[in-house]
């Protein structure tokens, strides 16, 4: 798809900008191979007159490109870490993509931070910031009160708040063109990595998710992008200006109004692929998953004025020949070929295969047969730890980023619980009254309702919950009480019944969910609670190595409830 959005008339091209640009990546091993083959296949519309002097290529990555570094448990690389394999991907997908373009050709590869990156601190991103051959664009990180980004700017002049590239113009060897390159880090790390970060500060840091963002919230991001935009345009008024912006499309919108000069906006974050033109500036949204890669050309004309169109490749429908001969391919073979091996049976009753599948958007507000089996399949681990058979599984659906099904190997099973840092990530055991689970509950759901792909439900074990009752309680349609919405599971009988608001309640829940402040109820009940040291990762691959299931997985009739209606 090309989004022309000036006309082209090459006998008048001054200087080119070629930017491959993908964001959200999330650790994928098993689907960056296809994206290098992607890249691959369309090197030449991506990266047009590479090897010219008048052109400049960029490799961005607009966040996101690691998630869960401190996570293990890999078999081939026992010892090794999320980050440390994640990172060795990265290097070699540079080298990669510099081959592609030419190694004669001016290429630079220009990275921006994520709030997934940040999943292990602050102390392992200072890590890849050291990277030789990578930019890091800090521009909202608050500089003076960052004595970690400090050390390493004055060690690395690749650690920047922006760049400023300056292109050779293709006949006036006195004027050159200049393109300013800057990143955008979403600000609330107190909410999604909650005290991880020692040494690094965001302008507007808070502890609001994106969506809950407004334009009073973020106006020091707005005032430092703005500096870097009028100070580069006042010394170059026809120069080019591209922001790489891991917030999410409300937030870029927000960005350009507040900073109309910005020529293009690479957005990461909201794992779409949207394009959002008003005016100069247009967003284009990345996606997710090295599902797709976006390819922005920018050109100059002989008067200098800029023209732009955006290619937008996607990974699933690149042919996959001669993919076994793909350096990233083989790179996965040669660091994770055990862990590529098929080890899960999952059949039903029957005996037939059967799946379960993980869907972003159903499993955030919807009945889950996947959830159904996680939360289960973790509570029996917490039952032999615990020695409690009445102690109830809460899982965010927000941290399950994957599914399962027969033949899914190693990497399938890491990746479920990838949408939370390990070091937020232990479970936590404690007792709640009954009334007070219908608090925590129904302000769960209520957050939920406001915005049902954002905001994610937690998923239970052995509670059912009527969304729908209780939707219609808060909007004032019914005047049934909220608690005959929540039902628990009576062991006797395995059925549903009204809750006890007198009655304590066991329940085993994540450390990310106690630890928050934006909500009410975490910080009422945290103190009752205790960590089992061990996190939702290890506790389900404990269940699914265990001696009497060995990989052999079953989807039950159990499964198969409708735990939210």
């Not at 293009?264 to 890669?293: A, P, R, W």
């Not at 910080?523 to 506790?539: A, M, P, Q, V």
Request: aromatic residues 8%; charged residues 25%; proline residues 3%.
């Amino acid at each position: 798809m090309i989004k022309a959005i000036r006309g082209y008339n090459p006998s008048f091209e001054a200087a080119q900008v070629n930017i491959l640009a993908t964001s959200d990546n999330h650790g994928n091993f098993l689907s960056w191979p296809l994206l290098a083959q992607t890249v691959q296949n369309n090197k030449k519309d991506i990266f047009v007159k590479a090897e010219d002097e008048s052109t400049l290529n960029i490799f961005a990555v607009a966040g996101d490109w690691f998630i869960n570094p401190s996570k293990k448990g890999f078999i081939t690389n026992q010892k090794s870490t999320n980050g440390i394999l994640q990172y060795q991907f990265l290097a070699h997908f540079i080298n990669f993509v510099q081959k592609q373009v030419g190694q004669d050709a001016n290429f630079d590869t220009v990275f921006t931070m994520g709030n997934h990156d940040l999943d292990a601190g602050d102390s392992f991103m200072y890590r890849v910031m050291k990277r030789p051959n990578m930019k890091t664009l800090v521009t909202n990180v608050d500089i003076e009160n960052s004595p970690g980004i400090q050390k390493i700017m004055k060690a690395n002049q690749n650690v920047t708040r922006s760049h400023v590239y300056s292109i050779p113009d293709d006949k006036d060897p006195n004027m050159t063109h200049k393109v300013l390159l800057m990143g955008v880090t979403i600000p609330s790390m107190q909410f999604y990595n909650p005290g991880l970060l020692k040494q690094m500060k965001f302008f507007d840091d808070c502890n609001k998710k994106d969506a809950n963002l407004t334009e009073n919230d973020l106006q020091n991001t707005f005032r430092v992008v703005k500096e870097e935009v009028e100070k580069f345009k006042a010394e170059n008024p026809k120069g080019a200006v591209v922001l790489m912006s891991h917030t999410g499309a409300p937030i870029s919108k927000m960005i350009r109004k507040y900073v109309p000069d910005i020529d293009v906006i690479l957005n990461g974050h909201d794992h779409k692929n949207l394009t959002s033109m008003k005016e100069q500036t247009n967003i284009d949204s990345l996606g997710k998953d090295n599902e797709i890669i976006k390819a922005l050309n920018l050109r100059f004309d002989d008067d200098g004025d800029l023209e732009k169109d955006v290619n937008t490749y996607f990974s699933k429908t690149t042919s996959k020949i001669g993919l076994e001969k793909n350096p990233i391919q083989l790179l996965l073979y040669r660091l994770l070929s055990e862990d590529l091996k098929p080890l899960v049976s999952l059949t039903d009753i029957s005996g037939n295969e059967a799946e379960l599948v993980y869907n972003e958007k159903d499993i955030r507000c919807r009945n889950s047969y996947l959830a159904n089996w996680l939360t289960s399949a973790v509570k029996r681990t917490v039952r032999d730890i615990c020695g409690d058979k009445d102690v109830i599984v809460g899982i965010q659906s927000s941290i399950i980023r994957g599914g399962l099904k027969n033949g899914s190997n190693n990497l399938d099973i890491m990746k479920i619980f990838d949408g939370v840092s390990e070091d937020l990530s232990n479970v936590q055991i404690g007792s709640v009254y009954g009334d007070e689970l219908v608090g925590l509950i129904v302000e769960n759901i209520k957050g939920n309702l406001k915005d049902p792909k954002r905001n994610t439900i937690i998923q239970w074990s052995d509670i059912q919950v009527n969304r729908t009752l209780i939707s219609e309680i808060l909007a004032g349609n019914s005047n049934k009480p909220l608690d005959e919405a929540i039902k628990i599971r009576d062991d006797a009988t395995n059925e549903f019944r009204p809750i006890d608001l007198h009655k304590r309640y066991k329940i085993a829940i994540g450390e990310k969910f106690l630890v928050k402040n934006d909500i009410v109820w975490p910080g009422k009940i945290r103190d009752r609670f205790t960590s089992l040291n061990e996190t939702y990762d290890r506790l389900l691959r404990s269940y699914i190595a265990s001696d009497d299931i060995n990989y052999q997985l079953k989807v039950t009739q159990k499964t198969k409830e409708n735990r939210i209606l």
